[in-house]
């Protein structure tokens, strides 16, 4: 496993914690990252022109109703880690958030920051701290405890071993884990499976997402999304502006027929959208489309397209009870979705992620062939 390192000389030299005030700042935080693992091979950095809005009051609608700061530490001038810290009015009152760490293997380093973020939350009246949330916990969320031996698909993180000690020597325990499951979709459902779903499927009605209503359905799936997930541990709803922004950022990625949505009786009850693994597209691109990057991007993922994928959302209603439509129903989904998945010629799809605790979707999963395969946690530390 490869690990950033400094030379032994600047390990002697002070820690500065610099706020990110300017342009030419965030564009030094964003590249941090790519600077720390540039000897892991497994290492993906995020493309830096989406980063640059994701991190933007101006482009990211989480803004409207969070507050963020970010920080970079500092050594003899140069950048050897980074931290955010978030208050999200829609989550917890009282509860702050840490993301975006990543740091060089120093406990000076993680101090450093973690004393500067928790800081700036006890300042606004937090109490408590989980993280890392990068930035909401609707987009990555969680460190990476256990799976270091594969990359990292899109919208999840790809950490270093030595973080979750680093993080956990400063007072942080387990909050929850998730887990991130790879799905072969080459492999059938089980036969037993099959059965009954071939005896549930006729009272409900599969339909791929409609492009020529494409803002009508995004609004479905979401209204979906924040019902099935609203009485989960965490849970924040999507606002009307995220909806419109995640419609938006998912348009040219998304495939209608990798994201089907499920009806009974006329009435959308659960879906799943599962993406091409952006990763694998940009690979070997050090987070930068131009000036020829863009179009070896397309080329990619319209023409020779990416061998796996993800599934980052899917819910169904809760209305649907515990009855049997309600373990068919989900199953029906990711059927969709891994049949469409292999007739384009993906291998693999990740579904993530799941609760630990999410008894009956993790057992659903496995059901059907799902390999738990990352792990990733989310930690807390009391601010008083």
Known sequence: MATATSAAPAARAPIEIVPVTTPALLKRFIRLPALLHKHDPLFVPHLEIERGEAFSSKHNPYFEHAEVQF????????????????IDKLATPGQGHFGLIE????PVIFASLFATAESWLRTRDCVEVLGPFNLSINEETGLLVKGFD???????????AYVAPRIEALGYTKARDLIAYLYDVEKPLPRALQRMVDREQSQIRLRTLDMKRYREDIQTVTQI??????????????????????????KMLID??????????GKPVAFGIALPNLNEATRGMGGKLLPFNWAKLLWRLKVSGVKSGRVPLMGVRRDLGA???????????????????????????????ILEDNKAMRSMIESIGGDPYKTYRVYRKALV
Do not use: C
Request: hydrophobic share 45%; proline share 7%; net charge negative.
């Open 71 to 86: 920080w970079l530490a500092q050594r003899n001038g140069r950048d050897v880690g980074r931290i955010s810290a978030q």
């Open 103 to 106: 740091a060089e293997d120093d």
């Open 150 to 160: 594969t990359p990292p698909m899109v919208m999840m993180s790809h950490d270093f």
């Open 256 to 265: 209608p027929e990798l994201a089907p949505i499920a009806e009974i009786d």
């Open 225 to 250: 999304f924040n019902d099935a997930w609203s009485g989960n541990w965490g849970f924040v709803p999507y606002t009307p502006a995220e909806i419109d922004h995640l419609g938006t950022a998912l």
């Open 323 to 353: 009855g049997l439509a309600s373990a068919v129903v989900p199953i029906l989904v990711i059927e969709a979705m891994r049949k469409r998945a292999q007739a384009i010629g993906m291998k693999q799809v990740e579904l993530s992620w």
